[in-house]
Nanobody, 127 residues
Framework: QLQLVESGGGLVQPGGSLRLSCAASGFTLDSYAVGWFRQAPGQEREGVSCISRNGIVVNYADSVKGRFTISRDNTKNTVYLQMNSLKPEDSAVYYC????????????????????WGKGTLVTVSS
């Protein structure tokens, strides 16, 4: 069964950190660009970050630049999102998704163009 499984969410105080993981099973993630998306209650799902197949090219939403870091370990078939200096507005369900791409350097992850999605992990930032 082809699937992505997110983990690492939870409750954290403002200014704290969390590390999310996205593990793939049933397929090898190194043929895919991988993105993190999030959706807060009553809001549309938005892109947070995206990483290329080789991990060299990354991009971030302006709202998380300088605070979040995306990375991947293709030997473990896993992508990570390190989230530091968390703010209450970062609270959301975080999803990872993958898109099969021919280029090792492609880091475009669009909401409407991903091949596989995980079920999400909840992040709550509150004191």
């Amino acid at each position: 069964q082809l699937q992505l499984v997110e983990s690492g969410g939870g409750l954290v105080q403002p200014g704290g950190s969390l590390r999310l993981s996205c593990a793939a099973s049933g397929f090898t993630l190194d043929s895919y660009a991988v993105g993190w998306f999030r959706q807060a209650p009553g809001q549309e799902r938005e892109g947070v970050s995206c990483i290329s197949r080789n991990g060299i090219v990354v991009n971030y939403a302006d709202s998380v630049k300088g605070r979040f870091t995306i990375s991947r370990d293709n030997t473990k078939n896993t992508v990570y999102l390190q989230m530091n200096s968390l703010k209450p507005e970062d609270s959301a369900v975080y999803y990872c998704a993958s898109r099969r791409v021919p280029s090792y350097y492609s880091s475009t992850c669009r909401n409407d163009a991903m091949d596989y999605w995980g079920k999400g992990t909840l992040v709550t930032v509150s004191s």
